[in-house]
């Protein structure tokens, strides 16, 4: 489903506030309805900004930045983000930066942008094809015409049909790629292989 993940923040925001959620409903916890409405709300936002997030490997960037003999803070002031703090964070995997500083990211640190993700990060699917394009979900959508939700569910092999030529083309010249390695990035997200119909 589109919202997995969405339920655990759902009852992780509710655990922190006291609050727990009787299934069956009644009048006993009718009262909880706005609060659920506004978790959702709140747990989506947290969903739907982990989908834009670059899957990047702590290590490779600690060691990336080490190697070319930078501070966090210079880094930080280089690809022009708030503070050493926030690359601190990204070095010890407790928050990732979003798809669009990792081009800035493997530019100051004079490597391909493919070396500081996570080597198992979606192998070589759709998703990480976008994010070595440093393009977030609504860049992809809005280069290609075609609705966020569609970029999510190719992203997760979801995808009903197969997409026009013409996408597929669009979706290449998006990303910087051929249309064979869109279809075979679509094929590997599909869990399909080398498979393509």
């Known amino acids: 489903m589109w919202w997995n993940g969405l339920p655990d923040l759902l009852a992780l925001d509710l655990a922190c506030s006291g609050l727990t959620f009787d299934h069956d409903g009644g009048e006993e916890t009718a009262h909880l309805l706005p609060r659920l409405a506004e978790?959702?709300?709140?747990?989506?936002?947290?969903?739907?900004?982990?989908?834009?997030?670059?899957?990047?490997d702590p290590q490779a960037l600690r060691a990336a930045r080490v190697r070319v003999g930078l501070t966090q803070h210079e880094?930080?002031?280089?690809?022009?983000?708030?503070?050493?703090?926030?690359?601190?964070r990204w070095e010890l995997g407790t928050s990732a930066p979003r798809t669009s500083v990792l081009p800035r990211l493997a530019t100051a640190l004079g490597v391909p942008p493919g070396d500081l993700l996570a080597p198992n990060s979606d192998e070589h699917g759709l998703r990480r094809m976008r994010v070595l394009a440093g393009l977030t979900p609504r860049q992809l959508a809005d280069l290609v015409h075609v609705s966020v939700a569609n970029v999510q569910r190719?992203?997760?092999?979801?995808?009903?049909?197969?997409?026009?030529?013409?996408?597929?083309?669009?979706?290449a010249s998006a990303m910087g790629s051929n249309v064979g390695d869109v279809q075979r990035a679509f094929a590997r997200s599909r869990g399909m292989g080398e498979h393509w119909e």
């Open 39 to 56: 978790g959702y709300s709140r747990a989506f936002r947290v969903w739907a900004m982990r989908s834009e997030e670059a899957a990047l």
């Open 75 to 88: 880094l930080a002031r280089l690809i022009g983000v708030a503070g050493g703090e926030r690359v601190s």
């Open 154 to 171: 190719w992203e997760a092999g979801r995808a009903k049909r197969t997409p026009s030529v013409k996408v597929l083309e669009q979706l």
